[in-house]
Every structure is written in C-alpha cells, then in structure tokens.
C-alpha cells in the first residue's frame, strides 16, 4: 500500500457546544496533504459497514455525547482491534457514548469533570516519554480553557499530564493528576487521545495543533 492510497473516516457530531463539525474539519487538509482520501460523515451508521470499516486506515471522532447502537460499537471495535487508527480530541473521543461501557474499555478513559470551568492551567510532557514522536520536542502548554478531569487505567501509555488543584470549597483536598494525552494498544490497532481542545482556539495553539497532527498520524494503521 502506497502512501497516497490510505483512506480515513472523519465522524462528527453530538452535542454542538464542542463545534464538531467545525473542529473536525479543522483537521481534513492536513489528513489530505498527508495523502489521505477522506470521508466526512455527520452520522455513526458508517460505524456499523463492516466491509467499509476494514478499508479504513484511520478514524477520527469528534462527536460528544450521544448514543452508540450495538452495530455500531461492534463494528467499531472490530475494524480497531482489527488494525484501523482511531484518534480524537476533548469530549469528542472521552465524553462520547457515557453508556457504553465497551467504548469506555476501548478508549482507556472517560470525562469526569472540569470542575472549574474555563482556567489557565499547564499540561506537562512526562519526563520518560518526552521523546515519544508525538511530544518529542514540545514543553509544557499553558492554556485558558476547560481542564479535564479524566477517569483513566494504567493501560494507558500517558505522554502528558495535567493537575487539578483544589480551591477554597472544593471537596477534594490534594492536587490530582489527571492524563491530558495518551496512547492506547488495542488489538491490531492503535488509539490516541488528547483531552485538551474545548475551544475552537485550543486547536490552534501550535503544540497542542502539532501533538494532535503527530498522533493521527501515528494512530493510523
């Protein structure tokens, strides 16, 4: 397979507070100068095509919320574990389809809380994985915008972190490290998540821009 004959799948949707088409299709000419044929999709039924799935090099999700149907988290489940990328950002791939549990499995994490709101705050590079292709070179993101508290398990390959500081009234009393980006091995494919990326303008911050590009890039089949 030449380089100009990977296809990938753009799924977005959901809840429209997170901009999904607009987020998503932020990312398509990249994915196309990257020599990728896309499709756009406004729905999840392409979700339950097997035949279209196992074509697929790569899917990325923007689609908040929602509900998956049992076709559809089948088929997506097995075109992954049967070696397509699946990569996203923010709500649209850990605050997706709460009620499905296989989902939450497969992703390796789920939004919890932004307990305050919009909040400057740092999202730090782990020092062992700081040469991983997807944050080699970049330092610590200092961004204004909704700080993830996410639910997480120790499958994950975490690259960044971030902590969430207890203020004056918050019911949890010591700092708590939350994953901000990670990685994620399931069957033959392979998973990437950042959960920075709220606002339109936290994609265009260069580092978080560049650790989104690198790991589309290295979800794909």
Do not use: K
Not at 51 to 60: I, K, P
Not at 80 to 93: D, E, P, R, S, Y
Not at 115 to 120: E, V
């Amino acid at each position: 397979m030449t380089e100009r004959d990977r296809r990938a799948l753009v799924v977005r949707g959901g809840w429209p507070g997170h901009a999904p088409e607009e987020a998503a299709e932020l990312f398509v000419p990249f994915l196309e100068a990257s020599g990728y044929d896309v499709t756009l999709e406004g729905s999840l039924e392409s979700y339950a095509d097997e035949e279209f799935m196992a074509s697929l090099d790569l899917v990325v999700q923007c689609w908040t919320m929602g509900e998956i149907l049992p076709d559809e988290m089948r088929g997506l489940r097995t075109a992954i574990a049967n070696g397509t990328g699946f990569a996203g950002w923010h709500g649209g791939i850990v605050d997706s389809f709460r009620l499905a549990t296989d989902y939450l499995q497969m992703v390796g994490g789920q939004f919890a809380a932004h307990a305050h709101d919009l909040i400057d705050h740092t999202i730090e590079i782990v020092p062992e994985h700081a040469d991983h292709p997807i944050v080699a070179g970049i330092d610590s993101i200092t961004l204004r915008s909704e700080q993830y508290w996410v639910l997480a398990d120790s499958y994950n390959e975490v690259l960044a972190t971030t902590t969430i500081v207890p203020r004056d009234g918050d019911p949890w009393h010591e700092p708590v490290v939350s994953p901000a980006v990670w990685t994620r091995r399931w069957g033959a494919g392979r998973i990437f998540v950042c959960a920075a990326g709220h606002q339109l303008a936290d994609l265009e911050v260069p580092p978080v821009r560049t650790i989104v590009e690198r790991g589309i890039l290295w979800a794909s089949r």
